[in-house]
């Protein structure tokens, strides 16, 4: 065997391919309670973004800017959702290459209510076009998450251009990458005709290759034994640098160090973190894809490290400043559901919590020590939050699956076992998933950003910025009072 990957049965939000039954072995059947579970979990993380994402981000933006916030993450969610359906699913989740997929099932061709999608047991599948769905809300929220760092700036041309550009150059390619693979029913079959085979050398030679070949049909990084439950580098890491890149390249805000730009409404905020908080439990114990232990591993982690990193911050921020805030439980909070994200179904409860109280104190460093000192203006921390929480999220998921530490082990599907772990080497496959995504998304979003700025202009001018984005761009008010 050519290709030594060790296969997760957790690893969420994968692309995990469709495949079409040999007659060697029986059709993999549709579990109803797993179809459920997936429909629940998709219409959660809808709700992590519209309303969830949009009224956190505009609550935290000053009352002139709020709609054009509202409207950013809208208009994103609705373009996105279009571009999967065309061409976004294929690319992502289709075999082509290492780097990208095909357009075989562009336009959801050959995608019915009665095709399959695997999960990551043998023969047990969910609805395809309830995958297709499912990983459309992943899509949606990743270039939604950008919109904070030069929010109260941009154009709405400029991120009406820039948003499909960056879906379909750096996330499908990154979702790709990460979370293709052939899928464990096509290794199963594999394995199975070369147990077949016995002593038969031609037919056991043509199995063993068939093998190779189903190990070789992955993503990138996949191949590089990177795992990520639920998208620590495919949303948070690939987010945040876009947000950063974003921000250095618009300008800062005019009066930014000087003027006061509190949040206009901490009770707006507060609703949507504490959606976001709910409907994270369809972005991580949906990943799972069935109904089962691992769900129930994963919406556990959520809880307590989520809970950790807001207390973390909580009192990292009291001790340092003489006061607790809501914008830092808040703030907190979020970036404990970030640093879950890739860890979710791998590490144990004990190991979510101390990874939450350790994110809380890190990421609150980032946004006030390192941002102060460095002079950048993301307007609403999504750097130092998502791409800062989703680093130490991913490097830590290679330390907390450790059977040892109470992590679940990676299975290894050739085998049907857990295989062993090693420290170092499953620190440097997440290394590979970090650097990988860094790069790809941080060179190219600076790219697309000039491309965009030639185009249509990326920032707004000084009048409409100091008017507001609502009036100027929408000629609407948030408020009328």
């Known amino acids: 065997m050519t290709f030594k990957r060790r296969y997760s049965a957790g690893l969420a939000a994968l692309a995990v391919g469709v495949f079409a039954a040999t007659g060697a072995y029986a059709e993999p059947t549709i579990n109803k309670g797993d179809n459920a579970w997936m429909l629940t979990s998709t219409v959660l993380v809808l709700l992590m973004t519209i309303p969830g994402l949009a009224l956190f981000y505009g609550g935290l933006v000053r009352s002139k800017n709020m709609l054009s916030v509202l409207m950013q993450v809208f208009y994103t969610v609705c373009v996105v959702i279009v571009l999967w359906a065309l061409y976004g699913y294929s690319l992502a989740f289709t075999g082509g290459s290492d780097f990208i997929g095909g357009f075989s099932k562009a336009f959801l061709m050959g995608v019915t209510p009665d095709s399959k999608a695997a999960t990551f047991s043998v023969d047990a599948n969910i609805s395809e076009l309830v995958y297709v769905c499912f990983q459309m809300t992943f899509a949606a929220i990743t270039p939604a998450l950008i919109v904070g760092a030069f ?3 941009m154009k709405f041309a400029a991120v009406a251009l820039f948003i499909p550009l960056w879906v379909t150059l750096i996330y499908f390619p990154i979702a790709h990458m990460v979370w293709y693979w052939a899928g464990p029913d096509a290794i199963s079959d594999a394995v199975k005709a070369i147990a077949a085979a016995g002593s038969d050398t031609a037919a056991k030679a043509a199995a063993e290759a068939k093998l ?12 590089k034994g ?36 509190a949040p206009h409404s901490l009770t707006m905020s507060m609703i949507g973190a504490s959606l976001l908080w709910v409907g994270w439990f369809g972005f991580n114990a949906g990943s799972n894809l069935e109904a089962s232990g691992g769900a129930a591993l994963a919406m556990t982690n959520s809880f307590v490290a989520t809970a950790a990193a807001a207390l973390s911050w909580m009192f990292a921020e009291w001790m340092l400043k003489g006061h607790p805030s809501v914008l830092g439980v808040m703030s907190g909070a979020v970036a404990g559901l970030v640093a879950v994200t890739p860890a979710a179904g791998y590490a144990g409860p004990m190991g979510a919590i101390a990874l939450g109280l350790v ?30 929480g989703g680093i130490i999220g991913a490097i830590g998921t290679g330390i907390l699956v450790n059977p040892a530490l109470g992590g679940t082990g990676i299975l290894d599907y050739t085998t049907g076992k857990i295989a062993d772990y090693e420290l170092g080497a499953q620190l440097v496959s997440q290394i590979w998933g970090v650097c990988t995504t860094l790069v790809w998304s941080g060179v190219g979003s600076a790219i697309l950003y000039k491309v965009v700025d030639v185009i249509v202009g990326l920032r707004t001018n000084i009048e409409s910025e100091r008017e507001g984005l ?7 008010r948030a408020y009328n009072m």
């Open 212 to 223: 190779a070949a189903v190990n070789a049909d992955a993503g990138w990084v996949f191949k």
């Open 470 to 476: 609502d009036l100027t761009e929408h000629t609407e």
């Open 226 to 261: 990177a795992i990520d439950f639920a998208g620590g580098t495919v949303v948070h890491i690939n987010a945040g640098i876009a947000g950063l890149v974003g921000a250095l390249i618009v300008g800062k805000r005019i009066g930014y160090g000087k003027d006061l730009m």
């Open 359 to 388: 994110v809380g104190v890190v990421c609150l460093f980032f946004v006030t020590t390192v941002k102060n000192a460095l002079g950048y203006d993301d307007s609403l921390d999504v750097f130092g939050v998502h791409c800062i």
């Open 151 to 153: 929010a109260e700036r």
